[in-house]
């Protein structure tokens, strides 16, 4: 991959307040700059300085901000592995400089040591307290990006209510490094106005036609927690396979990440599952050929159950349900937020409701795997709603 100088890098790099928001759509440069203008800057350091690149959580981060600062360095030839500490995340620059990665929830971490510059990566899954705690302690600038889905704490403390800001809004035309086919694929959206507002102009809006709400992002899978199902979505050229495991805690379902791959094989799918703890698989029922391959390398994997109208009946089950997803679940959670129901090229929706493809993988993965517990839960309800009679003492009969 080849990271060119593109239109977002040179105005980002042309900002000169305190506080510089980045505000863009998907696809618009907006990381890349950002982390190519930090770059620049540890390079040009005349004394040594810090600079702290922050994310939700590590696995968020290790997948995004810092995957795309290596491969820079190492694009742009100036990476040295002996400068990189895969202990503290940390990168020295020849200057002294240095820039380090750490997630936001890690609270020693943000309420740590100095620095001298700040880059909060997708902001408004941040909250405002964390970023009160870390520009306290930053000196210079503060680098802040996001896809402007909704309104958050940028938009109610920091526009418009300072007067050390810079704003810039970025698009995916601002991003010359983009291949045509991501550039087609955005622009095949134009005739959803939601979707076109925020993703493709760059622009605040609500995105509608949001599948699920109210999932809660937690640590990790409880000791408590039972594991009930995995779900499993096939892909290999253009679509990843989606492996989720599905958990039973406390009235609610537990979705963790176990693979979300592009080109793997059955035999590949099955050694995953191998190494993972014992529990039905429930895998798309379109690939009975992978199936039943899958199951010769001695893997319990059931087809999904389907027919009319059972997809919008899946995701109403899952709807119903309380839904928790593991931080490292990645892809999970990324899907989760950007999974739309389909709309036809005029904006309107598709009627009978279907899920739109693009963020469909895991999402198609927990259906299965739910969709499967169905008669259980209703067998369940069923044993809960039954009429409870007292039970009268036996008597003997008198002698």
């Not at 863009?24 to 810090?50: C, F, H, M, N, Y």
Request: with cysteine; net charge neutral.
């Amino acid at each position: 991959m080849f990271y060119e100088i593109t239109t977002a890098t040179q105005k980002i790099a042309k900002l000169k307040n305190r506080i510089r928001v980045l505000q863009g759509g998907t696809s618009a440069g907006k990381t890349i700059g950002a982390l190519e203008v930090l770059i620049d800057l540890a390079q040009r350091d005349k004394e040594p300085t810090l600079t702290s690149v922050v994310s939700e959580s590590f696995p968020h981060l290790r997948r995004g901000a810092m995957k795309d600062f290596l491969s820079i360095l190492e694009t742009q030839k100036y990476f040295n592995s002996d400068r990189w500490s895969k202990t503290d995340y940390t990168y020295t620059f020849e200057t002294g400089s240095k820039i380090e990665f750490f997630s936001v929830d890690q609270p020693d971490k943000v309420r740590g040591p100095r620095r001298q510059r700040l880059f909060i990566n997708e902001a408004n899954n941040v909250p405002f307290e964390t970023f009160e705690q870390l520009e306290v302690r930053t000196d210079d600038c503060i680098f802040i990006d996001y896809n402007p889905v909704s309104e958050f704490w940028v938009n109610e403390y920091i526009l418009g209510k300072r007067d050390d800001v810079d704003f810039l809004k970025l698009t995916y035309k601002d991003n010359e490094a983009l291949n045509k086919e991501i550039v087609k694929a955005i622009e095949s959206r134009k005739g959803r106005a939601g979707w076109w507002q925020v993703f493709g102009l760059g622009e605040l809006g609500d995105v509608e036609g949001k599948i699920y709400q109210g999932w809660q992002i937690i640590d990790e899978i409880p000791h408590e927690a039972r594991l009930e199902r995995y779900g499993l979505d096939f892909g290999y050229t253009n679509d990843p396979t989606a492996i989720v495991a599905l958990y039973y805690f406390n009235g609610g379902y537990i979705v963790d990440e176990i693979s979300f791959t592009k080109g793997l094989s059955n035999k590949q799918i099955a050694d995953i599952l191998f190494n993972q703890k014992k529990a039905v698989v429930v895998a798309d029922s379109a690939e009975p050929k992978s199936i039943d391959e899958i199951r010769s390398f001695g893997i319990t994997i059931l087809p999904a159950l389907k027919g009319s109208d059972s997809v919008r009946q899946g995701v109403q089950t899952v709807q119903d349900q309380q839904i928790s997803v593991t931080k490292r679940s990645v892809n999970i959670i990324k899907e989760y937020r950007n999974y739309l129901w389909a709309t036809d090229k005029l904006g309107n929706f598709i009627r009978p409701n279907e899920p739109e493809h693009t963020w469909s993988h895991s999402m198609d993965a927990i259906r299965y795997a739910m969709n499967s517990l169905v008669p259980i839960m209703r067998r369940k309800e069923f044993y809960d709603n039954m009429p409870r009679y007292p039970i009268k003492p036996r008597v003997n009969p008198a002698r």
